[in-house]
């Protein structure tokens, strides 16, 4: 059964996301091509990991935990929270993956049941530039937390009764039967061998404590068609206010890549999906009255 996705809603707090890096990565994020399937190839250069997006075409952002815990991951696509649309900052909100759990990213979040498709389109189309936003459009990225542990429960133990003092050992019956109350003459009785052994082993009580190039960018991600897709929500209190990883793939159409000399300018097209007689999909909404 399919984990549900999960969305934290996390206190602000400030911090500055690039001064943080993990030396092994608790997420893989990596790119789908949702009209062909595909993962698009990543290309190194200058320090900076690079892909050819179709224009037209839309794509998810996909994740992998690769921790056996639960971690947040706050995603910006051209510099805009996917989430909350707004100016992407590492201390918003963000998804919460499970242990060893991934996710595909598709949109831009309207509500708890669906978004917006994310989809390559023209820089003045995309999303950011549209909302007056284009200086950060051709690049996604992601902040990951490490959750905090949660602080175990003191229970104070159970008073312990003391150990009877001689004053005591005069008790109701020795009252009733006249005995003097002296240890000699009333004397307590003797505690068997197992019993002593017992309350020797008693254990005593504990508490516990606590790099782009001339080639101006083409391509930025529009916002697309609404599509379902349902989220949960939950808490999550963060480890530090600093994230544990930060990653980010810049992106921009072959064409330009190529002409920064980020790709070979023999980049291979994508493949077209086949037509099919039985096209997997739902009932569109019917065009508008006039």
Known sequence: MKTPLRLALAAAC???????????????LSIVDRDTGS?????RHHDRSYVAG??????????YNHTAERVMVV???????????????????????????????????????????????SLG???????????????????????????????????????????????????????????????????SANAQAAREAAPAAKAYGDVG????????????AREYSPISRTSFERLSSTPQQ?????????QQLAARGIIPRWYPRPAQPSPQAFPVGYVPDPPPQW
């Open 213 to 224: 190039g001339a080639v101006a960018q083409e391509l930025g991600t529009g916002h697309g």
């Open 75 to 121: 995603l910006s696509v051209d510099g805009v929270n996917a989430v909350t649309g707004q100016t992407a900052a590492a201390n918003q909100a963000g998804y919460v993956l499970g242990p060893w759990q991934s996710a595909d990213i598709a949109g831009w979040r309207k509500s708890d049941d669906d978004i917006a498709q994310f989809v390559f389109t």
């Open 39 to 43: 993962s698009l190839t990543t290309y």
């Open 246 to 254: 930060v990653t980010q793939i810049w992106y921009d159409s072959p």
């Open 125 to 191: 189309d995309s999303y950011a530039a549209r909302t007056g936003r284009p200086d950060n459009v051709g690049v996604v990225g992601m902040a990951v937390f490490r959750e905090r542990p949660q602080q175990p429960v003191y229970v104070p133990p159970p008073p312990m009764t003391p150990y009877p003092t001689d004053e005591q050992r005069y008790d109701a019956s020795d009252r009733a039967t006249g005995a003097p109350r002296n240890s000699a003459a009333a004397p307590a009785p003797a505690m």
């Open 54 to 63: 179709e224009p037209g075409h839309r794509y998810a952002l996909h994740l």
């Open 14 to 28: 400030a911090l500055s996301a690039t001064a943080c890096a993990a030396a092994q990565p608790l997420v893989d």
